[in-house]
C-alpha cells in the first residue's frame, strides 16, 4: 500500500454558490465534501434550495433575451469559450489538486480531466463559430433553410465521478448554441464545479448566464427538472435518476439528454496478444477505482485460454498499487465516499451469497495508514452465471467478474444479455472478426485492442437503459438548439388560393 508523498493543497473555498451570475450563500441544506483518502472535512458549503434554482432561472432568462447575448454573432461567443479553456489551461494544477482532494482520483488522472475540459470548450467554440445554416432543396416559388435557435434555459446535472470533465461537456456546448446554464454538480464533489463558475465568470461571461447550485437530486435537482423556465435537463448519472428525470421531463414536454449506467462487457478471444488484453482489462475496470459508467466489469474470456488468462490478471490485479491520489505511484485510488465504499462491499457480499469465488481483494486494505479512507481492493469474482444479480447489476466500484465463453453465438447472447449498452471492448488479432462482433454488440461505443479512450469529436451514446441522446462531436451542439425551418417567399404574384374569384369581389 502506498502513503501520501505530496502535501494536500489549501482550498480556498467560501461558502458562496453561483446563482444567477451573482456570488450568494446558497439557502439549502449545508454540505461537507471530504476527502476520501482520509476521511477529513475539507470544506463547508451552502448547498442550493428550490428558491435558488427559481432566482438562476428568472436571471438566466433575463441573460438569453438580452441583445448583448442574443445578438452576438456565433464566432463572438466562441470567443468567451476560448477564454474559458485558456484560464482552464492557466489553473490546471490547482484543479487538479482540488479534484484529487474532493475525488480521490489519481493526479495523473484529474490532470488529464483538467485538459479534456479546457479541450471540450476549444472544440466547441471551434464549433458554434463554423457551424452553418442549410438551405434545403426547395419545392416551389420560394428559397428555404433549415436553422438551429437556442432553446433557452437548460438544466445540466452531473456525477460525482468525472467532475471537471463532465460540467464541459454539458456547459460547453450549451453555451455555444447561446443557452443559460444551470449546472447541478452532485452534493459529495461540488468545490471543482464552484471553481469552475469562477473562471467562466472570469472570462467575461455576461451575468445571468451561469449558475452553479450544488445540492441533493431530491430537492435541487427535481426543482431544476421540474421548473417551467427550463427548457431542457442533460443528466449524466444512475439509470434510476435518469429514468425519474425522464418521466417529469414528459410531464413537460421537454428534451432531455440521459447518459446512464453500464455493465460492459470487455471481451478476450483466443488469438488475442495476452499482454495487450490484460493491461486492457485492468484499465477497463480498476482505473478510476472502477467508478465508471464505460467500466469493462464483465470480463468474458474464450474457454480455452480461461485458466491461463484467469491466473495472470488475478497475479496482475493483486500487484496494483493502492493508495492516496497524491501519491504519484498510485494506481488506484480510494472510492469518492465512506458511504460508496460501504455499497460496493455489500454488493460484493451478495456476489458471495450467490457463489461467486473470490480470487483477490473482496474486501478493505487492513493497512491502518489507508484505515479512515474509502479504499476498497481492486476485486476478481468469477463462477458464477451471467444472469446473476452480480452480473447484471452496475457495481461501480473496482470488481471485475471474469465469465468464459464458449463461441462467438455464446458471446454475442451473453454479452448483450443485459439491461444495458453502453459500452463494450474486443481483443482479438481477427479484424474480420472484431468487426463481426462490434457490429453485434448492443453498445453505444466499441473499442478493439484498447479501452477507455476518448475524443470530444467523437460522439457518445447508449442503447437501451445506458441512456437518450448523443454528447460530444461537431453536432453535439444542436442537443442544446431547436431546429427551425424558414421559407422565403420568391413569387411575383399573389398566391392562388387568395385571390378573388369575381371582378366584383376585388
Not at 478476450?268 to 469493462?296: R, T
Not at 476518448?454 to 437518450?468: D, H, M, N
Request: aromatic letters at 6%.
Amino acid at each position: 500500500m502506498l502513503r501520501s508523498t505530496v502535501a494536500a493543497p489549501e482550498v480556498a473555498i467560501s461558502d458562496e454558490i453561483l446563482v444567477g451570475g451573482r456570488w450568494r450563500r446558497g439557502t439549502g441544506e449545508l454540505l461537507e465534501p471530504i476527502d476520501p483518502a482520509t476521511g477529513d472535512r475539507i470544506a463547508a458549503v451552502h448547498a442550493a434550495s428550490p428558491e435558488d434554482v427559481h432566482i438562476a432561472v428568472r436571471h438566466g432568462q433575463d441573460a438569453v433575451d438580452d441583445p448583448t447575448w442574443r445578438g452576438l454573432a456565433p464566432h463572438q461567443r466562441a470567443s468567451y469559450l476560448y477564454r474559458i479553456a485558456a484560464l482552464i489551461e492557466r489553473d490546471t494544477e490547482q484543479l487538479a489538486l482540488l479534484q484529487t482532494r474532493n475525488t480521490g482520483k489519481t493526479l495523473a488522472e484529474t490532470r488529464a480531466l483538467v485538459a479534456s475540459a479546457a479541450g471540450t470548450f476549444r472544440f466547441f467554440a471551434a464549433a458554434a463559430e463554423t457551424r452553418e445554416a442549410r438551405v434545403t432543396p426547395a419545392r416551389g416559388d420560394y428559397l428555404s433553410m433549415s436553422t438551429h435557435e437556442p432553446i433557452g434555459v437548460v438544466g445540466a446535472i452531473t456525477p460525482w465521478n468525472s467532475p471537471i470533465a463532465s460540467d464541459a461537456q454539458k456547459v460547453a456546448p450549451a453555451l455555444a448554441a447561446g443557452n443559460a446554464v444551470l449546472l447541478k454538480p452532485a452534493e459529495w464533489t461540488p468545490l471543482v464545479a464552484l471553481a469552475l463558475g469562477r473562471i467562466v465568470m472570469e472570462a467575461g461571461i455576461p451575468p445571468g448566464l451561469f449558475s452553479v447550485l450544488p445540492g441533493p437530486g431530491a430537492t435541487v435537482g427535481d426543482a431544476l427538472v421540474r421548473h417551467p423556465g427550463i427548457g431542457k435537463v442533460s443528466f449524466t448519472g444512475g439509470t434510476a435518476t435518469g429514468r425519474t428525470i425522464g418521466r417529469n421531463a414528459a410531464e413537460k414536454i421537454m428534451p432531455v439528454s440521459l447518459e446512464l449506467g453500464g455493465k460492459s462487457p470487455n471481451v478476450v478471444f483466443a488469438d488475442a496478444s495476452l499482454e495487450h488484453a490484460i493491461a486492457g482489462l485492468l484499465f477497463g475496470i480498476f482505473s478510476s477505482s472502477g467508478q465508471s459508467c464505460v467500466a469493462g466489469s464483465r470480463i468474458f474470456v474464450a474457454e480455452v485460454i480461461y485458466d491461463q488468462l484467469l491466473r495472470r490478471l488475478v497475479a496482475a490485479t493483486r500487484a496494483l498499487r493502492v493508495g492516496p491520489g497524491t501519491d504519484p505511484r498510485t494506481q488506484v485510488g480510494p472510492l469518492v465516499h465512506p458511504d460508496h465504499r460501504d455499497r460496493v462491499a455489500a454488493m460484493v457480499d451478495g456476489a458471495r451469497l450467490e457463489g461467486a469465488r473470490v480470487h483477490c481483494g473482496g474486501a478493505a486494505p487492513t493497512d491502518p495508514e489507508l484505515g479512515t479512507g474509502a479504499y476498497y481492493l481492486p476485486t476478481v469474482l468469477d463462477g458464477l452465471d451471467n444472469s446473476a444479480a452480480t452480473c447484471q447489476e452496475e457495481i461501480f466500484g473496482p470488481v471485475a467478474v471474469v465469465l468464459p465463453f464458449h463461441d462467438e453465438t455464446d458471446l454475442i447472447q451473453q454479452a448483450n444479455d443485459t439491461s444495458y449498452g453502453l459500452a463494450c471492448g474486443i481483443w482479438t488479432s481477427d479484424y474480420r472478426k472484431a468487426w463481426r462482433i462490434g457490429k453485434a454488440i448492443q453498445a453505444g461505443t466499441v473499442w478493439v485492442n484498447t479501452y477507455k479512450q476518448f475524443s470530444i469529436s467523437t460522439p457518445f451514446s447508449g442503447v437501451k437503459e445506458s441512456g437518450l441522446g448523443t454528447e460530444k462531436g461537431r453536432d453535439g451542439i444542436l442537443a442544446y438548439t431547436h431546429q427551425k425551418s424558414i421559407y422565403i417567399g420568391l413569387n411575383d404574384q399573389p398566391l392562388p388560393w387568395a385571390e378573388a374569384s369575381s371582378p366584383d369581389e376585388r
